[in-house]
């Protein structure tokens, strides 16, 4: 019973430990959230601008160049795909990856060679190991 009981008091001393870490975890997680998000916030402004002289470039130019106008019959399709190295973002990963996936499937159905560029690491295991 004394070896049981041990047992026991341990098993709820090593749950309380994991729950601390997780908790502080979740802590640090959620303050790298709020950072990021205070910083696209700060920059909305700046891609709002950026994409308004674009398209005033790529609408009111005369210039004949291949960037401001688009191909009549496109024969090639680029798909950027941006996953975590690490850490608790598998389900991120996996989403990114099953959507470009679709997204590769449905254009070559349309009739285009699609060139895949990838950037992190879930991304280039998964396409390594394909």
């Given at each position: 019973m004394a070896?049981?009981?041990?047992?026991?008091?341990a098993r709820?001393?090593?749950?309380?430990?994991?729950?601390?870490?997780?908790?502080?975890?979740?802590?640090?997680?959620a303050s790298r959230i709020i950072k990021a998000q205070n910083r696209a916030q700060a920059a909305a402004p700046y891609a709002r601008e950026l994409t308004r002289a674009v398209s005033a470039v790529a609408t009111y130019s005369n210039v004949d160049h291949p960037l401001t106008r688009e191909p009549?019959?496109?024969?090639?399709?680029a798909v950027l795909i941006?996953?975590?190295?690490?850490g608790l973002a598998g389900a991120y990963s996996s989403s990114v990856l099953k959507e470009a996936e679709r997204l590769r499937t449905r254009?070559?159905?349309?009739?285009l060679a699609v060139d895949t560029y990838v950037s992190g690491?879930?991304?280039?295991?998964f396409y390594r190991f394909r």
């Open positions: 070896v049981s009981l041990r047992e026991y008091r709820i001393k090593s749950t309380e430990s994991m729950k601390k870490i997780t908790r502080a975890m979740e802590l640090i997680a009549e019959d496109p024969t090639r399709a941006v996953t975590s190295d690490r254009l070559e159905g349309s009739g690491r879930k991304a280039e295991a």
